[in-house]
């Protein structure tokens, strides 16, 4: 009988267990047996593995995070690695891998397969940053979160008469701030991929107050750059230990600049790792079954160093030199649909 190992690395989503079920049962179908990998490539460099069965991914689907745990190892740091993740394979008798992650894994799963190490990757991550596929597992979920959050800040907002700052997650990209915005009905949706100044921001939430609206509500992604306003006293950022900037607060920063300005009340709320726990949406558990699904075909059919990915509703597959080293931005159609629809504006 053949083996599929399973690894889920980069930062946990809501929908990665959904994935895990769905490899482990229709792997049974298909006459594999499949080991799970524990916190990511880490898991594969250390031997540390479990048997997944049936009985064992029983009742998964709606639970978050990943019952296999996470890290953000880079599997080719050290060239000795790589060979323990050959030893970890040849050990265990794993034929093939899936690998469940954002860019970084993703990433790192091109080169390791490049380097003859059969896999198949799946796109998670709630920043929804992944070339090629219109959605990646934990995006709607983070939407739906933040979407809630803004209804609440709304009412209160809207009592007190004030700005609310809202700032959500993304890294580089304003995907999550952009749609949360836009079904939230926010005033402002301020994102890296759209050039502003704090002047236009005022200006429009200016409008508001004189035309009558005496709160408003302004959704910031965390890697908006606020050219001028930063404070330099700040570091700028840090790095993790995948390179990765840390973010620093551009909603405080953000929030304090508009009162000063404005003189108007303003209260920030950041939402931090809340938008990546909790439960799925059904969106997600349906992605999620139908991402693993796809991915024991691929390896089925020997179809290595592919991802699979969601194209206009459908389940394709893409190589991964095609989504290595690069970022999906949003698109500009929808950012026009947004500004087109936010309050106050002239
Ligand atoms: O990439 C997913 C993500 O949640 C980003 O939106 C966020 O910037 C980052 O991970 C946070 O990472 P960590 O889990 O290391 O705090």
């Known amino acids: 009988m053949k083996t599929i190992g399973i690894l889920t690395g980069g930062g946990d989503c809501p929908g990665l267990n959904g994935v895990i079920r769905a490899v482990v049962r229709s792997g049974v179908q ?21 048997p997944l069965t049936d009985f064992s991914v029983s009742g998964i689907i709606s639970r978050g995070g990943t019952i296999l745990g996470t890290s953000r ?17 040849k050990k265990f008798a794993i034929d093939a891998l899936v690998v469940v992650g954002g860019n970084g894994t993703l990433t790192a799963a091109h080169e390791v397969a490049t380097r003859g190490i059969p896999l198949v990757g799946v796109p998670k991550t709630i920043d929804n940053d992944i070339p090629e596929t219109d959605m990646t597992i934990g995006f709607d979920t983070a939407v739906s979160i933040v979407t809630g959050a803004i209804d609440r800040l709304h009412t209160t907002a809207e009592s007190h008469h004030r700005i609310m700052v809202v700032e959500v997650m993304g890294r580089q990209v ?22 502003f100044t ?28 606020l050219e001028d306003i930063r404070d330099h006293s700040v570091p700028e950022s840090d790095l ?40 799925p949406t059904a969106f997600d ?6 991402f693993g699904v ?44 947004a500004k087109t629809t936010m309050g106050g504006r002239r």
Request: charged share 25%.
């Open 285 to 290: 558990r349906v992605l999620a079954t139908r």
């Open 30 to 50: 298909q006459g594999y047996r499949t080991i799970g990998i524990r916190n990511g490539w880490q898991g594969l460099i250390e031997g540390e593995v479990e």
């Open 240 to 279: 993790d230990e995948c390179g990765h900037e840390k973010f620093v607060g551009v909603g405080n920063l953000l929030g304090r600049e508009l009162e000063r300005r404005l003189g108007i009340e303003t209260r920030v709320t950041n939402l931090g790792h809340v938008q990546r726990g909790g439960t």
């Open 198 to 225: 704090m002047d236009d921001v005022c200006n429009n939430l200016k409008a508001r107050y004189t035309a009558g609206k005496k709160f408003s509500i302004v959704v910031i992604a965390e890697g908006t750059p």
């Open 73 to 89: 190892t880079d599997p080719l740091k050290n060239p000795a690695d790589f060979e323990r993740i050959k030893n970890t394979m």
């Open 174 to 195: 304003g995907w999550i701030a952009l749609k949360a915005g836009i079904a939230g009905g926010a005033d402002e949706i301020l994102i890296p991929e759209v050039h």
């Open 294 to 337: 796809a991915a024991v075909d691929q390896i089925r059919m020997g179809n290595f160093g592919t991802m699979v990915a969601l194209q206009r509703a459908h389940v394709v597959t893409v190589p991964l030199s095609s989504i290595a080293h690069r970022l999906k931005q949003v698109e500009p159609e929808l950012y026009a649909v």
